[in-house]
């Protein structure tokens, strides 16, 4: 590879390169590629044409209800069918978000689920989660499902140390046979080969997925075999070069071109133990897996999923289109789980309080001329949240002036000048200079200082609207 | 009736906490006489209740000196029809 420096002059001129190709601002930015990927696997290069994810049918499934439910105290079953009901609308008619899967073990599980699947949405479609014992297959049968998930741990932790087969061929064998029972009830098998990331791959891992896909030559194609990878403790790596078994890209290439699991019948889930769980999952997407298993706000076992609302921005991201999904009930569905005592971080990317909230009145003065350019796209379309300010010392008459624009909701023309609002700017400087402040200032503090000191905008603005509610 | 000057002199100081008497035309807004950025919207919103007028707001806001405050309020009351 050339080390040769190169020049870089000057391209003066007065009209901005906005980038807007890239950065249109009504969608999420766009993902973009020069070119093919290169990586080593087994000594040999091998290409791969990120180009192809805007063709290719990549997909979100949900674990909401199961592995986001096992960090929390159980829903109820209305809880469940709400968040159902919003999942379908936000995934939109093309299924985006595919699939999701549910217990079947209490019967508030299986009340939810037969209340889901009355409400006759397509999307997603419900299915099943259960051990790989036989016993458990009963329950599958019962509820009528077309497709389950089935545990079979793959890493000798597990095998050994937790589920105590005295041997791997034990160990698959028994696994084999609930795969079996899956099909002589015309049941469709997902295998959840857990703690992958740390699995003997050759020794165990593909041999076991090699007689997987055997059994599934049997079965006509919507019955075959599919293999969920789970990186039980986040140890899975995005990084070009990395060693397997903690190589994403090298993991799924192995399975999808050697072990030859189709890529619509891979599917990764994740786990946010090393603050990888976001990218690994897009890296799985990236390299031939269709899959991408989410929680909603990434609420999982320990440090959670990949975020449901995160590959959906990442989707159309690398979609450059919306594809039919409704992002705006993104935002409903974080104010019901707040309402039903989820807790959402005020700086969580998308639905935190704060996440399109800035602080430093410079920022503020930048947003105030164009919300662009302190916004990640237009938040009030895609989210219906609108950019904020949030007003402390650092706010100046910019802050104060953006806030009271937000507040009387106005644009364009009719935005009120900074000049305007100089007594409330006074007065929040006030509350630090003169008086020692150390905490912002709540958007009801700032109502109430905007009728006292702005009457005239209050007036011509609020009036009516106080005047309908008394 | 004090002149323009006079009436500028005499904002300024009174939203800068200044004595009039030390505040000259060549004097900076904001390194001289020490106007902070609150402080520099209170003296634009100051002059526009003083002389009845309405400014353009980046533009008032970049005017740098008081000497060139008292020739931009002129311009902008001689086209507002504003007495002086």
Same mark, same amino acid.
């Given at each position: 590879?050339?080390?040769?420096?190169?020049?870089?002059?000057?391209?003066?001129?007065?009209?901005?390169?906005?980038?807007?190709?890239?950065?249109?601002?009504?969608?999420?930015?766009?993902?973009?590629?020069?070119?093919?990927?290169?990586?080593?696997?087994?000594?040999?290069?091998?290409?791969?044409?990120?180009?192809?994810?805007? $063709?290719?049918?990549?997909?979100?499934?949900?674990?909401?209800?199961?592995?986001?439910?096992?960090?929390?105290?159980?829903?109820?079953?209305?809880?469940?069918?709400?968040?159902?009901?919003?999942?379908?609308?936000?995934?939109?008619?093309?299924?985006?978000?595919?699939?999701?899967?549910?217990?079947?073990?209490?019967?508030?599980?299986?009340?939810?689920?037969?209340?889901?699947?009355?409400?006759?949405?397509?999307?997603?479609?419900?299915?099943?989660?259960?051990?790989?014992?036989?016993?458990?297959?009963?329950?599958?049968?019962?509820?009528?499902?077309?497709?389950?998930?089935?545990?079979?741990? *793959?890493?000798?932790?597990?095998?050994?140390?937790?589920?105590?087969?005295? $041997?791997?061929?034990?160990?698959?064998?028994?696994? *084999?046979?609930?795969?079996?029972?899956?099909?002589?009830?015309?049941?469709?098998?997902? *295998?959840?080969?857990?703690?992958?990331?740390?699995?003997?791959?050759?020794?165990?891992?593909?041999?076991?997925?090699?007689?997987?896909?055997?059994? $599934?030559?049997?079965?006509?194609?919507?019955?075959?075999?599919?293999?969920?990878?789970?990186?039980?403790?986040?140890?899975?790596?995005?990084?070009?070069?990395?060693?397997?078994?903690?190589?994403?890209?090298?993991?799924?290439?192995?399975?999808?071109?050697?072990?030859?699991?189709? $890529?619509?019948?891979?599917?990764?889930?994740?786990?946010?133990?090393?603050?990888?769980?976001?990218?690994?999952?897009?890296?799985?997407?990236?390299?031939?897996?269709?899959?991408?298993?989410?929680?909603?706000?990434?609420?999982?076992?320990?440090?959670?999923?990949?975020?449901?609302?995160?590959?959906?921005?990442?989707?159309?991201?690398?979609?450059?289109?919306?594809?039919?999904?409704?992002?705006?009930?993104?935002?409903?569905?974080?104010?019901?789980?707040?309402?039903?005592?989820?807790?959402?971080?005020?700086?969580?990317?998308?639905?935190?309080?704060?996440?399109?909230?800035?602080?430093?009145?410079?920022?503020?003065?930048?947003?105030?001329?164009?919300?662009?350019?302190?916004?990640?796209?237009?938040?009030?379309?895609?989210?219906?949240?609108?950019?904020?300010?949030?007003?402390?010392?650092?706010?100046?008459?910019?802050?104060?002036?953006?806030?009271?624009?937000?507040?009387?909701?106005?644009?364009?023309?009719?935005?009120?000048?900074?000049?305007? *609002?100089?007594?409330?700017?006074?007065?929040?400087?006030?509350?630090?200079?003169?008086?020692?402040?150390?905490?912002?200032?709540?958007?009801?503090?700032?109502?109430?200082?905007?009728?006292?000191?702005?009457?005239?905008?209050?007036?011509?603005?609020?009036?009516?609207?106080?005047?309908?509610?008394? | 009736?004090?002149?323009?000057?006079?009436?500028?002199?005499?904002?300024?100081?009174?939203?800068?906490?200044?004595?009039?008497?030390?505040?000259?035309?060549?004097?900076?807004?904001?390194?001289?006489?020490?106007?902070?950025?609150?402080?520099?919207?209170?003296?634009?919103?100051?002059?526009?209740?003083?002389?009845?007028?309405?400014?353009?707001?980046?533009?008032?806001?970049?005017?740098?000196?008081?000497?060139?405050?008292?020739?931009?309020?002129?311009?902008?009351?001689?086209?507002?029809?504003?007495?002086?």
């Amino acid at each position: 590879m050339s080390e040769q420096r190169e020049s870089f002059p000057l391209v003066d001129t007065s009209q901005p390169n906005l980038l807007e190709e890239m950065f249109d601002y009504s969608l999420p930015p766009k993902i973009c590629f020069d070119g093919p990927i290169v990586e080593y696997v087994d000594g040999q290069p091998v290409q791969f044409d990120p180009q192809t994810l805007r $063709s290719r049918d990549i997909f979100i499934t949900d674990t909401t209800f199961r592995d986001g439910q096992q960090a929390r105290p159980p829903y109820t079953a209305d809880q469940m069918v709400r968040i159902y009901d919003l999942l379908g609308q936000l995934g939109g008619p093309k299924g985006i978000i595919r699939q999701t899967e549910f217990f079947l073990y209490t019967h508030n599980d299986r009340l939810a689920l037969d209340r889901c699947r009355e409400l006759g949405h397509r999307y997603p479609e419900c299915t099943g989660w259960i051990r790989a014992v036989e016993g458990d297959f009963e329950l599958v049968k019962q509820m009528g499902l077309k497709e389950t998930g089935m545990l079979t741990s *793959c890493s000798d932790y597990h095998i050994f140390e937790k589920l105590k087969f005295k $041997s791997r061929k034990e160990c698959m064998d028994a696994y *084999c046979r609930v795969v079996d029972e899956a099909y002589e009830n015309s049941v469709r098998p997902r *295998c959840h080969l857990e703690d992958i990331t740390r699995a003997d791959l050759d020794g165990f891992v593909f041999p076991f997925v090699e007689r997987l896909m055997r059994m $599934s030559e049997q079965v006509p194609e919507h019955m075959k075999v599919k293999i969920r990878m789970c990186d039980t403790m986040g140890f899975g790596l995005s990084f070009p070069g990395a060693s397997l078994p903690r190589s994403i890209p090298k993991l799924i290439y192995k399975m999808n071109k050697q072990v030859g699991v189709p $890529s619509h019948r891979l599917e990764w889930h994740g786990h946010n133990d090393f603050h990888k769980v976001h990218i690994n999952g897009v890296t799985a997407w990236l390299y031939g897996c269709d899959a991408l298993n989410t929680t909603l706000f990434g609420y999982g076992e320990r440090t959670g999923n990949p975020p449901l609302e995160g590959a959906v921005f990442e989707y159309i991201g690398i979609k450059h289109d919306l594809c039919g999904i409704r992002t705006e009930v993104i935002t409903e569905l974080a104010e019901y789980m707040q309402s039903i005592g989820f807790p959402i971080a005020e700086n969580y990317p998308f639905v935190g309080r704060n996440f399109n909230t800035t602080r430093a009145g410079i920022h503020a003065g930048g947003l105030r001329q164009d919300e662009r350019i302190y916004n990640i796209f237009d938040t009030t379309k895609l989210l219906r949240r609108p950019p904020r300010v949030a007003i402390t010392d650092k706010s100046g008459a910019d802050g104060v002036a953006l806030w009271v624009n937000e507040y009387f909701r106005l644009d364009g023309r009719e935005k009120i000048s900074k000049i305007k *609002c100089h007594k409330v700017a006074r007065w929040v400087m006030d509350q630090y200079e003169k008086h020692g402040r150390m905490s912002a200032i709540s958007d009801e503090e700032m109502e109430a200082k905007v009728k006292e000191l702005m009457p005239h905008y209050w007036n011509k603005y609020k009036g009516g609207a106080e005047a309908s509610k008394t | 009736m004090a002149s323009i000057q006079e009436r500028v002199i005499a904002v300024t100081a009174r939203v800068l906490q200044l004595d009039p008497r030390e505040i000259s035309l060549e004097d900076s807004f904001t390194t001289d006489l020490g106007a902070e950025s609150v402080q520099s919207v209170e003296l634009v919103a100051s002059f526009e209740e003083e002389f009845g007028i309405e400014m353009d707001e980046d533009a008032a806001l970049s005017v740098p000196t008081v000497g060139e405050a008292v020739a931009f309020i002129t311009e902008v009351c001689k086209q507002q029809g504003k007495p002086l």
